[in-house]
Structure formats: structure tokens, C-alpha cells
């Protein structure tokens, strides 16, 4: 997986190994040299990980980083630091200005190159589910007070080890900030790690069970895929660390285990999950209200003219018929008239509660627009379609509705059924056919259903 990579660093030796050895591995790199010079290319270029020099003159790596983290046209881009420096306070001021690693120099390219496809596959899912928050954001339906406490929350850390003892240490440094639980026993690690989980923490150096092994199983199950995992290794064992991070481990410590560094590393793995959790979340309402009716929640337009096409066209290929009930409220220029547009909206609303209720599973209700109602039927013969728009009217004429304010008012429906016929049908003619149906039930004097037969 290739990418753009960013690298800044003053010392032009060391930007040329590092852009010849990236770029053998066909990564696209950029340069800069100092501070001032990396944002203003983070910002117009947009890289898909920044490799960044710590010790530069003027804004140094820390205060770059800070900027970067903190401003949102460059928040979601990872950060690699990479310094001479490899002290604890170090690595531990380079995760506090918001770093998603760091490494020392000389780089150990292996390491590195594992890092940033670590770091890449993170960016690509990230960027997907960005480009549809602006959508979610059009449409108000961003709580940013909301998404802060979500982000301020204590996490639950799964810790997976078979050494107890140090189990309940990680536990006893993560406790104070956070929920932490632990697991011997990888079965069932494996169903813990699937429910409420902020971050999985496994010891790569295990031999009660293969640690590898388990970091791949986390990853190829639905449950678990986009859970971050943070492992635990010596750093003597290189390859077995490299081999975390190529089956998918987001991040690693090496022992001895430094608890302020432990914490840091935890605080941005869950940050970094819970921003993701965040997106998928406003995603899924973008789509649901792409095809959901704001006043009614039924389904909507732009949803039944997909599904009827859809259904239509497997019907005239000799698929199983489709019914269609064309509904429509009687008299509700009246009641607006009456009661107000706040009331009619009320009559809407609960006609698509009633409607809803009195519809079974697999039919898809929808407000078509107005007072205009449809329901899709797949799979339904005109006897079955009638049998149940009959219990729709019925129903809706069964009880007055009641307003906000206490007045209420009774109701009734036309419905006009038509179904499939075969070859030559098109959503057209059946919702046409369903349309002169509800004609027929108005001209006879409403509150009834007409079923419109297919002309021979």
C-alpha cells in the first residue's frame, strides 16, 4: 500500500536517505525543512503520514506536531517523530503533542516501513468515512458537545495475557484513567474483545497461547476488525514485533513497560478509535436519512422508486409478483385547513405509526410526498395485498385521532392496490394502475380500498 509521506528534517543528508529508501518502496515523499515550512505543506499537499524531525531551528518537532494535532485541516493526519533523542521524557513530550509514534535514529527502516503501513491502512479507513462527515454536517447533525464527552470518557482497556501478575500491573497503571479488565484464556478473550472494547491490549511475548495468532483472528472477525490493538514485546524480539504490526497490531511498547508512555500510548490509540467510532456513526445517519422521511420516518421518495425498480424488473423476468398500495389521506386539505399545518403534521405521523403497525415485516412503507402514502410488496399476490390494505383502513378508521392540543378529529383513507402483470409492466404502469384505483375509491365516496386487475 503505497502513499505520501512528508518528511521534515533540517539536515538535507538525512532527508535524502530517507526519501531514497521510501521512495524504493513507491511511496510518493515531499520535503520540508523546518517547522513553518511542514504545516504549510501539511495543509495544501495533505500527506498521508508526516515523518517528522524533532530538533530543528525555530519551530521545533514538539511545537510542530502540537499545530498540526490541533488544527482540523491536519488533525487526522498521522504523525512519526523521529529524533537522535531517546530518552523517557522524550518519547513521552513527542506523544503528549499528539504523535502517533516515535522513532530514533539511525531508523531502523524494517520498523519503519512497518509503521507507516500500520499508520496508511489507519489513514485510508479514516479518510473514507471523512469525506462523509461534511454531509453530516450540512445536515446538522453533528453534536460537537456530545462527541466531546464521548472523547473525555473513560475507556475500557481489554488487557490478554497469560502471565497474571503482569496483567494486574498494566491494570493497576491504567486503572486510575480508565476501565480495565484481563483474559488467560484466548477463547474467551476472543468473545470479550467483540463487546463494549475501547482498546485490546495483548503480550506478544505469551506462551500460553500464540500471540500472533491472535492479533490476526482479531482482525479477520467483523467484531473486532476495527478495534485497536496495542502489543507488548521485547525489544530484543524484532521480528516477532514486525510481524504484530504486519498482521495488524495499531501500536507497541517495548518492555520495560514505562507507565506514563503506557498512558499516553493508550490515550491516543482510544482517541483515534472513538473519532473513527464517531464518523461511522454520522455515515450511518447520512444514509438512513438519505432514505428516511424527516417528518414521518417512513421511508421516503428516493427509496421506493429504487425498490420498486429493483422488484419490478425481477417480476417481468418471471420473478415472484410485486403488489403496490397507493394511499391517500381523505379530505386532508381540511384538515389543514382545520387544524393547522402543526396538525396535520400530527395526522401524518400518527397515520405512518398506524400504517407501520398494520403492514407486515417485509413490506416497505414510505410517504411518497403530501398525503400520498405507498407500500411496497414483494412477493404478494392482489388477494394478499387487498386482504391487508383492508386492515390498514380499517384500522385507521377504527379511532379518532388525537392532536397535542387534546381536539380530535376522525380520519379516513382511498387505497388503491395493483400488482405485477408480468412482461411489458413498469413501475410506471403499476403505480399508474394503483393511481387510478385511488381515483375510483375517491369518486365512490371514499374510506375504501379498489383493486385495479392488470388489463388483460
Given at each position: 500500500?503505497t502513499?505520501?509521506v512528508?518528511?521534515?528534517?533540517?539536515?538535507?543528508a538525512?532527508?535524502?536517505?530517507?526519501?531514497a529508501?521510501l521512495?524504493?518502496d513507491?511511496?510518493?515523499?515531499?520535503v520540508?525543512?523546518?517547522?513553518d515550512?511542514?504545516?504549510?505543506?501539511?495543509?495544501?499537499e495533505?500527506?498521508?503520514?508526516?515523518l517528522?524531525?524533532?530538533?530543528?531551528?525555530g519551530?521545533d518537532?514538539y511545537?510542530?506536531?502540537?499545530?498540526l494535532?490541533?488544527h482540523?485541516?491536519?488533525?487526522?493526519?498521522?504523525?512519526?517523530?523521529?529524533?537522535?533523542l531517546?530518552?523517557?521524557?522524550?518519547r513521552?513530550?513527542?506523544?503528549e503533542a499528539?504523535?502517533d509514534d516515535?522513532?530514533t535514529?539511525?531508523?531502523?527502516?524494517?520498523?519503519l516501513?512497518?509503521?507507516l503501513?500500520?499508520?496508511?491502512?489507519?489513514?485510508v479507513m479514516?479518510?473514507?468515512l471523512?469525506?462523509r462527515?461534511?454531509?453530516?454536517?450540512?445536515?446538522?447533525?453533528?453534536?460537537?458537545?456530545?462527541r466531546?464527552?464521548q472523547?473525555?470518557?473513560?475507556?475500557n482497556v481489554f488487557?490478554?495475557?497469560?502471565?497474571?501478575?503482569?496483567?494486574?500491573?498494566?491494570?493497576g497503571?491504567?486503572g486510575v484513567?480508565?476501565?480495565?479488565?484481563y483474559?488467560t484464556?484466548?477463547?474467551?478473550?476472543l468473545e470479550i474483545?467483540?463487546?463494549?472494547v475501547d482498546l485490546v491490549?495483548?503480550?506478544?511475548?505469551?506462551?500460553g497461547?500464540d500471540?500472533?495468532?491472535?492479533?490476526?483472528?482479531?482482525?479477520?472477525?467483523?467484531a473486532t476488525?476495527?478495534?485497536?490493538?496495542?502489543?507488548?514485546?521485547s525489544?530484543?524480539d524484532?521480528?516477532?514485533?514486525?510481524?504484530?504490526?504486519e498482521l495488524g497490531?495499531n501500536d507497541i511498547?517495548?518492555r520495560?513497560v514505562d507507565?506514563?508512555?503506557?498512558?499516553a500510548?493508550?490515550?491516543t490509540?482510544?482517541?483515534r478509535k472513538?473519532y473513527?467510532?464517531?464518523?461511522r456513526v454520522?455515515?450511518?445517519?447520512?444514509m438512513?436519512?438519505?432514505?428516511t422521511?424527516?417528518l414521518?420516518?417512513?421511508?421516503?421518495?428516493?427509496?421506493?422508486?429504487?425498490?420498486?425498480?429493483?422488484l419490478?424488473?425481477?417480476a417481468?423476468?418471471?420473478?415472484?409478483?410485486v403488489?403496490?398500495?397507493?394511499?391517500d389521506?381523505?379530505h386532508?386539505?381540511?384538515?389543514?385547513?382545520?387544524y393547522?399545518h402543526?396538525?396535520?403534521?400530527?395526522?401524518?405521523?400518527e397515520?405512518?405509526?398506524?400504517l407501520?403497525?398494520n403492514?407486515r415485516a417485509?413490506?416497505?412503507?414510505c410517504?411518497?410526498g403530501?398525503?400520498e402514502?405507498?407500500v411496497?410488496?414483494?412477493?404478494t399476490?392482489?388477494k394478499?395485498?387487498?386482504?391487508?390494505?383492508?386492515?390498514v383502513r380499517a384500522?385507521?378508521?377504527a379511532?379518532p385521532?388525537?392532536l397535542?392540543?387534546?381536539r380530535?378529529?376522525?380520519?379516513?383513507?382511498?387505497?388503491g392496490?395493483?400488482?405485477?402483470?408480468?412482461?411489458g409492466?413498469?413501475?410506471?404502469?403499476?403505480?399508474?394502475?394503483?393511481d387510478q384505483?385511488?381515483?375510483?375509491?375517491?369518486q365512490?365516496g371514499?374510506?375504501?380500498v379498489?383493486?385495479k386487475?392488470?388489463?388483460?
Open positions: 500500500m502513499a505520501k512528508l518528511v521534515v528534517d533540517d539536515t538535507p538525512n532527508v535524502k536517505l530517507l526519501q529508501k521512495e524504493a513507491y511511496y510518493d515523499v515531499i520540508a525543512e523546518t517547522g515550512e511542514a504545516i504549510s505543506k501539511a495543509v495544501t495533505q500527506p498521508d503520514i508526516i517528522l524531525d524533532v530538533m530543528m531551528p519551530m518537532g511545537a510542530t506536531c502540537r499545530w494535532k490541533e482540523a485541516a491536519t488533525s487526522h493526519i498521522p504523525i512519526i517523530l523521529v529524533t537522535a531517546d530518552g523517557h521524557n522524550d513521552l513530550s513527542g506523544l499528539g504523535a516515535f522513532l535514529k539511525p531508523v531502523d527502516i524494517a520498523l516501513t512497518a509503521r503501513r500500520s499508520l496508511v491502512r489507519l489513514k479514516i479518510d473514507e471523512r469525506q462527515e461534511a454531509s453530516s454536517r450540512r445536515l446538522g447533525m453533528i453534536d460537537e458537545a456530545d466531546q464527552r472523547m473525555a470518557a473513560p475507556g488487557i490478554i495475557d497469560d502471565n497474571e501478575r503482569q496483567a494486574e500491573r498494566l491494570m497503571l491504567l484513567d480508565h476501565r480495565c479488565a483474559e484464556d484466548t477463547a474467551r478473550a474483545a467483540a463487546k463494549r491490549i495483548i503480550n506478544l511475548s505469551a506462551r497461547f500471540p500472533l495468532r491472535l492479533v490476526a483472528q482479531l482482525r479477520s472477525h467483523e476488525r476495527h478495534k485497536p490493538i496495542l502489543g507488548i514485546a525489544a530484543e524484532r521480528t516477532g514485533l514486525l510481524k504484530a504490526l497490531a511498547i517495548v520495560p507507565g506514563q508512555e503506557l498512558s500510548r493508550v490515550k490509540l482510544i482517541h472513538r473513527a467510532d464517531h464518523l454520522s455515515l450511518d445517519r447520512t438512513e436519512l438519505a432514505v422521511d424527516t414521518t420516518g417512513l421511508n421516503n421518495r428516493r427509496f421506493m422508486d429504487h425498490q420498486l425498480l429493483r419490478v424488473a425481477k417481468i423476468k418471471g420473478g415472484p409478483k403488489s403496490l398500495l397507493l394511499v389521506i381523505d386532508f386539505k381540511k384538515v389543514n385547513d382545520t393547522g402543526d396538525g396535520g403534521d400530527e395526522v401524518l405521523k397515520f405512518a405509526r398506524r407501520g403497525h403492514v417485509i413490506d416497505l412503507p410517504r411518497m403530501g398525503e402514502f405507498v411496497i410488496m414483494p412477493e399476490e392482489a394478499d395485498a387487498a386482504m391487508i390494505a383492508e386492515r384500522q385507521v378508521a379511532k385521532f388525537e397535542a392540543d387534546g380530535t378529529l376522525d380520519v379516513t383513507i382511498s387505497v392496490v395493483s400488482t405485477s402483470k408480468g412482461a409492466d413498469t413501475p410506471d404502469t403499476l403505480m399508474k394502475r394503483a384505483a385511488v381515483y375510483e375509491a375517491k365512490s371514499r374510506n375504501r379498489i383493486v386487475a392488470a388489463a388483460a
